[in-house]
Nanobody
Framework: VQLQASGGGLIQTGGSLRLSCVASGSVSRGNAMAWYRQAPGKQREYLALQTDSATRDNTHYADSVKGRFTISRDNNRNTVFLQMTNLKPEDTGVYYC?????????WGQGTLVTVSS
């Protein structure tokens, strides 16, 4: 399994950004995929999860991003997205996508998001 994240960049407070993560290998629509971030000097933080994309109510969000971030998937392109709105300086960090396949966690290389005040 390989995950390739992209879409990060420098954005002003209040702006929006969409991250993408392309999955290759043994990732199917039945696998859970998630986004995490790691701010400078802090531990990696969970942000959003989408479980089996065939079921309803299959998304979950951390309180810190609920209402601002949206996780979605395009199964035809094996891609998971993170739409981020109303960005704040505290959203700055390296964003990682994650897939759980066969009980094992796989990570992408991360994409840097910097929110300027």
């Amino acid at each position: 399994v390989q995950l390739q994240a992209s879409g990060g960049g420098l954005i002003q407070t209040g702006g929006s950004l969409r991250l993408s993560c392309v999955a290759s290998g043994s990732v199917s629509r039945g696998n859970a995929m998630a986004w995490y971030r790691q701010a400078p000097g802090k531990q990696r933080e969970y942000l959003a999860l989408q479980t089996d994309s065939a079921t309803r109510d299959n998304t979950h969000y951390a309180d810190s991003v609920k209402g601002r971030f949206t996780i979605s998937r395009d199964n035809n392109r094996n891609t998971v997205f993170l739409q981020m709105t109303n960005l704040k300086p505290e959203d700055t960090g390296v964003y990682y996508c994650n897939a759980v396949v066969g009980g094992r966690h796989y990570w992408g290389q991360g994409t840097l998001v910097t929110v300027s005040s």
